[in-house]
């Protein structure tokens, strides 16, 4: 369990996350998965990275049973911390990331997803951000990078999920396929990448990142400032305390 790195001879490397039961990380785990990116890209015989996960979904974003139970705003500060890490390793990733989703894409899923490079997803794959009924705010800057931006704005206020097949219309997913053939399908895909000049791959990264009109880092930050508002408003707390009673109701 945790997160898991595999270099294959080819140059891919297969970063897996196992944090069952629903992989929703724990700071601990945030921190894990951006120094397993980072990692990756900084190892000169990667030359792309897969992201993917085992269980049942991709992510369902941060573990806010961990917040509820600590002491504080220790977890929720981590938290905040961990996952601005994890998208920026994502993002600043030195090697080209493919985003490999099935089931559930949730919260911080949309940060990871948001920031790669190449999304493939699985039949079975949906997208959201629920965290109006967290009582939080974050990641709509990484959503705006899949939907366009009024599709956007009513994921944010409505929490509702649209589908792979919505986004692969969008041409923010690249490929929709049955949930048994998404591994072999994107290390497929990353494989005719790591067949490139690795040099020209390294920039061209760099020179995509270089031409974005917007900075995720920059705009991500500024959204978890609401989070922080909430929080000592006492509607972050209320939202994540009744998320954790529903969930032992059930």
């Known amino acids: 369990m945790g997160i898991s790195t595999t270099l294959h001879r080819s140059g891919v490397a297969d970063i897996v996350v196992n944090a069952p039961?629903?992989?929703?990380l724990t700071v601990q785990g945030w921190h894990d998965l951006a120094d397993a990116v980072t990692a990756a890209g900084r190892d000169p015989a990667v030359r792309v990275v897969v992201l993917r996960a085992e269980g049942r979904g991709f992510n369902a974003g941060v573990d806010i049973k961990e917040m509820q139970a600590t002491e504080g705003h220790t977890a929720l500060l981590g938290a905040n911390r961990g996952c601005y890490a994890a998208f920026a390793a994502v993002y600043e990733c030195a090697v080209p990331v493919i985003a490999a989703v099935h089931g559930f894409?949730?919260?911080?899923g949309i940060?990871?997803?948001?920031?790669?490079?190449?999304?493939?997803?699985?039949?079975?794959?949906?997208?959201?951000?629920?965290?109006v009924d967290r009582g939080a705010l974050g990641a709509a800057t990484h959503l705006a990078r899949l939907v366009p931006q009024h599709l956007m704005r009513a994921m944010v206020y409505t929490c509702r999920t649209v589908t792979a097949a919505e986004l692969h219309r969008h041409g923010s997913v690249l490929e929709v396929v049955p949930a048994a053939e998404l591994r072999a399908t994107t290390l497929r895909l990353a494989g005719t990448i790591a067949e490139k000049d690795?040099?020209?791959?390294?920039?061209?990264?760099?020179?995509?990142?270089?031409?974005?009109?917007?900075d995720p880092k920059r705009s991500y930050r500024f959204e978890q400032g609401f989070t922080f508002e909430l929080n000592l408003a006492g509607a972050g707390d209320r939202h994540r305390a009744a998320f954790v009673a529903d969930k032992e109701a059930t």
Do not use: H, M, Q
Request: proline fraction near 9%; charged fraction near 20%.
């Open 111 to 131: 940060g990871l997803v948001g920031n790669a490079d190449i999304v493939v997803a699985a039949e079975d794959a949906y997208f959201g951000l629920p965290e």
């Open 198 to 214: 690795p040099y020209v791959i390294r920039r061209a990264k760099e020179s995509l990142n270089g031409i974005d009109p917007v």
């Open 105 to 108: 894409c949730l919260g911080g």
């Open 21 to 24: 039961p629903v992989n929703a």
